[in-house]
T-cell receptor, first 113, second 115 residues
Framework: AQTVTQSQPEMSVQEAETVTLSCTYDTSESDYYLFWYKQPPSRQMILVIRQEAYKQQNATENRFSVNFQKAAKSFSLKISDSQLGDAAMYFCAYRDSGYALNFGKGTSLLVTP | DTGVSQDPRHKITKRGQNVTFRCDPISEHNRLYWYRQTLGQGPEFLTYFQNEAQLEKSRLLSDRFSAERPKGSFSTLEIQRTEQGDSAMYLC?????????????FGPGTRLTVL
C-alpha cells in the first residue's frame, strides 16, 4: 500500500516570508500523481498544486511551487511571500492509476503578522 | 454551478441510530468519491462511483456502511447502527473523467457526532 508521510505537524511563518512543507511517499509505481491540498479552518479542501510523476519540471502556481525529487520520493511545497490567508492545514496526497487519493496526516501552517 | 454540496453539514445522533448523508457533485462530473476524516488525520478513502456504478470500496467500509448513486448524479452514504468510532467528518468529492490528473473537487463535509 502506498503511504504518504508529512513529518511536520505544525509550521509557522511570518507574513511575506517563505516556508517549505515536507512530504515523502512510498510507492513501487513509476506513473502517478502528487497533490497538495489546502484545508482552511471550517472550510472545504481545495487543490493547491499538482505534479505528474513523468514530468521532470517542478510545478508552479503563482506563489506556490514544488520540489519533486522522484528518486528520493520527496515532494515538498514552497510558499513564497506568505499571506495571512495561507493559514490552513496542508495535505500532501498521492494517486496512481487507481482512483483513491492517499493523504498524509497534514501540516498545520500558522502565518503571523 | 457552485461546486460540490453536502447535506447536512452537521449531524448528532445516538449510538445505534441510522444516519444518511447526501452529496451533490458538480453537475458534469461523472466520478464521485467518499472519504472519512477523523481528528488530526488526513482523509481516508471509502468508496468511488463512476456514473451509477460503485467500482471500488475500501476495507474501511464495513457492512454497516452503504453508498448509492442511483441515477449517476447525487449520492447517499448511509451508516446503520452507528458507533462512537463512526464520529468523523465525511467528505464527498467529484471529478470529471479525462480531466488532467483527475482533479477531485471536495465538498464542505458532513460532521457526524455519535453520542
Amino acid at each position: 500500500a502506498q503511504t504518504v508521510t508529512q513529518s511536520q505537524p505544525e509550521m509557522s511563518v511570518q507574513e511575506a516570508e517563505t516556508v517549505t512543507l515536507s512530504c515523502t511517499y512510498d510507492t513501487s509505481e513509476s506513473d502517478y500523481y502528487l497533490f497538495w491540498y489546502k484545508q482552511p479552518p471550517s472550510r472545504q479542501m481545495i487543490l493547491v498544486i499538482r505534479q505528474e510523476a513523468y514530468k521532470q519540471q517542478n510545478a508552479t502556481e503563482n506563489r506556490f511551487s514544488v520540489n519533486f525529487q522522484k528518486a528520493a520520493k520527496s515532494f515538498s511545497l514552497k510558499i513564497s511571500d506568505s499571506q495571512l490567508g495561507d493559514a490552513a492545514m496542508y495535505f500532501c496526497a498521492y494517486r496512481d492509476s487507481g482512483y483513491a487519493l492517499n493523504f498524509g496526516k497534514g501540516t498545520s501552517l500558522l502565518v503571523t503578522p | 454551478d457552485t461546486g460540490v454540496s453536502q447535506d447536512p453539514r452537521h449531524k448528532i445522533t445516538k449510538r445505534g441510530q441510522n444516519v444518511t448523508f447526501r452529496c451533490d457533485p458538480i453537475s458534469e462530473h461523472n466520478r464521485l468519491y467518499w472519504y472519512r476524516q477523523t481528528l488530526g488525520q488526513g482523509p481516508e478513502f471509502l468508496t468511488y462511483f463512476q456514473n451509477e456504478a460503485q467500482l471500488e470500496k475500501s476495507r474501511l467500509l464495513s457492512d454497516r456502511f452503504s453508498a448509492e448513486r442511483p441515477k449517476g448524479s447525487f449520492s447517499t452514504l448511509e451508516i446503520q447502527r452507528t458507533e462512537q468510532g463512526d464520529s468523523a467528518m465525511y467528505l464527498c468529492a467529484s471529478s470529471l473523467q479525462g480531466l488532467a490528473g483527475n482533479e477531485q473537487f471536495f465538498g464542505p463535509g458532513t460532521r457526524l457526532t455519535v453520542l
